[in-house]
């Protein structure tokens, strides 16, 4: 280290800091010695990863000085495996500007000349509602939220980009949900993966040594592949069966048209990487998140209670939940940000590579570093969330009741490069939780040996690298029946 340099955990040479660390490494850097750093850097090994720890670091960086911010870190095993670099999440300069830009807009627009996402969503919750009863209550039998919930969700985004709920019509993707359940459900101990991607030059110009990684990661390796050809596959059908320009149907359909007037930025590997992104992005974060809300109200009736009364008062119980109720359900939208808080879901943020060397809170970040964001850090440091250990809505809520947001919540990041499914997993969160919370009331399973504290700690890491509670089963009821 020179001098300057922000505080470290300690290091040795060659191991750097890893003989220190701790996981999980979110946790790790929150302890005291570091909670009010605003800038730590780690040696992972042979290199450094930088971690900014207090919400005016991230915006000292991401949005004082957001453009030297707008890097990723850069892959080997997709222009390996693909021929292309990136899609959305990893893309760089032209192409993320180009990806994201379209992506917002197609998003933002939904409609695609059908329905909305609001109508796609009440659809789903409908359908959940269905399945919760039939395989739930019916059969007497709590159900794993894991593919109830995922199922759910990632039908949102199958009608948005494929035009169809293949999550429940199509027996190919079975199999692909199979996979992303199999990517989400992966014990991932975050710092060892971390060190791995840090030394990716190295394996790059050793060839011995990248033929043992790519071995060691066959099996991520495969699971990718096999998504980019059912990706492909979508690709064709639509092509042969192309709408007009004016109303595309769906994400892809919009892509498409893009294609025709520029077939190298819109080439089909990258469209299918981009369409596996939002995959990626946008439903293991959403699932995993209701996932959270569940326990979280099991462990605090009052809050649950307190919700229902509200639903009750402004919907009542004979129709759904929509969003024109949001506007009048201002404990329901308090309860969902207290939910982001504590479930701090995407816990170190996705990592942005600096393009020009910066000064981050008096420290020098160098060009080409790499750069984490404690979510976990901001979300409970006791300067914005006193007694931050608490479920208390009422911190996002006025002296009228009224919900008010805080800026210092940073679940979906903040500045240019921050999550581009925002406002579709904002509704996501309030149609379904508002939805389930009218219909049903929820248990633990009674055959559950585990607190409800040992399956948030969730030691064996499940949950494929974000923050998820460990498996578990919940025991749905009707909320009429049982009051
Ligand atoms: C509760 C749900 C979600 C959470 C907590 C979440 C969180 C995040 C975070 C923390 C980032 C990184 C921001 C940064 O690098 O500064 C991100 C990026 C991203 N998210 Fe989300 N996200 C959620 C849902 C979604 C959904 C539903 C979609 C898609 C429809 C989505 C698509 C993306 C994409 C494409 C990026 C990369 C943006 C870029 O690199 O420009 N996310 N998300």
Not at 1 to 21: A, I
Not at 180 to 190: D, E, G, K, L
Not at 309 to 326: A, C, F, L, P
Not at 415 to 439: D, H, I, P, T, Y
Request: charged share 25%; net charge negative.
């Amino acid at each position: 280290p020179k001098s300057g340099d922000p505080p470290n955990p300690g290091w040795y040479p060659l191991v750097g800091s890893l003989p220190f660390l701790r996981e999980p490494l979110e946790e790790f850097l929150s302890e005291k010695q570091f909670a009010k750093q605003p800038v730590v850097v780690l040696y992972m090994g042979l290199e450094k990863l930088y971690c900014l720890n207090t919400y005016e670091a991230i915006k000292d960086a991401f949005i004082s000085q957001g453009d030297k911010f707008l890097g990723r870190q850069q892959t080997f095993i997709l222009p390996e495996l693909t021929g292309e670099k990136a899609g959305i999440i990893l893309s760089e300069d032209e192409q993320w500007r180009l990806y994201r830009r379209l992506s917002l807009k197609t998003l933002r627009d939904f409609g695609f000349g059908r329905q909305g996402a609001e109508e796609i969503i009440l659809g789903e919750v409908e359908e959940l509602r269905s399945r919760i009863e039939d395989q739930g209550i019916q059969a007497g039998l709590p159900l794993d939220t894991v593919p109830l919930l995922s199922t759910a969700v990632s039908n949102v985004i199958c009608q948005m980009v494929f035009g169809t709920r293949l999550a429940s019509e199509d027996p190919e993707f079975g199999r692909v949900l199979e996979m992303f359940q199999r990517i989400t459900q992966s014990q991932n101990n975050r710092t060892r993966s971390m060190v791995f991607q840090l030394h990716q030059d190295y394996y790059v110009k050793l060839k011995p040594l990248l033929r043992l990684v790519i071995a060691l990661r066959r099996k991520q390796i495969n699971i990718f592949g096999e998504l980019i050809k059912f990706c492909r596959k979508q690709l064709e059908k639509h092509k042969a069966d192309l709408g007009s320009p004016e109303h595309p149907r769906d994400y892809i359909e919009a892509f498409l048209h893009q294609q025709a007037s520029n077939p190298s930025e819109f080439n089909d590997v990258r469209l299918s990487l981009a369409v596996l992104d939002l995959f990626i992005a946008g439903t293991d974060t959403t699932s995993q998140t209701l996932r959270w809300a569940i326990l979280f109200l099991i462990e605090n009736p009052e809050v649950e209670k307190r919700l229902v009364d509200e639903i009750k008062r402004v919907v009542g119980s004979d129709r759904q939940v929509t969003m024109k109720d949001k506007s009048q359900l201002h404990y329901t939208q308090a309860v969902i940000d207290e939910v982001n808080r504590m479930a701090c879901l995407a816990q170190l943020g996705v990592a942005h590579r600096c393009t020009e060397t910066a000064k981050v809170c008096g420290y020098e970040i160098p060009k080409d570093a790499l750069v984490l964001f404690n979510i976990f850090n901001v979300h409970n440091s006791v300067d914005h969330f006193p007694q931050p250990e608490c479920f208390q809505p009422e911190r996002h809520l006025d002296q009228e009741g009224r919900y008010s947001p805080d800026e210092h919540l940073v679940t979906f990041g903040i500045g240019k490069r921050a999550c581009l499914g925002e406002s579709l997993a904002r509704m996501e969160l309030f149609l379904f939780l508002a939805n389930l919370v009218q219909r049903f009331t929820f248990r633990l399973d009674p055959e559950e040996t585990r607190t409800i504290a040992e399956i948030k700690a969730n030691p064996g890491h499940q949950g494929g690298g974000i923050r998820a509670p460990a498996v578990h089963k919940i025991q749905f009821n009707s909320r009429c029946e049982e009051e």
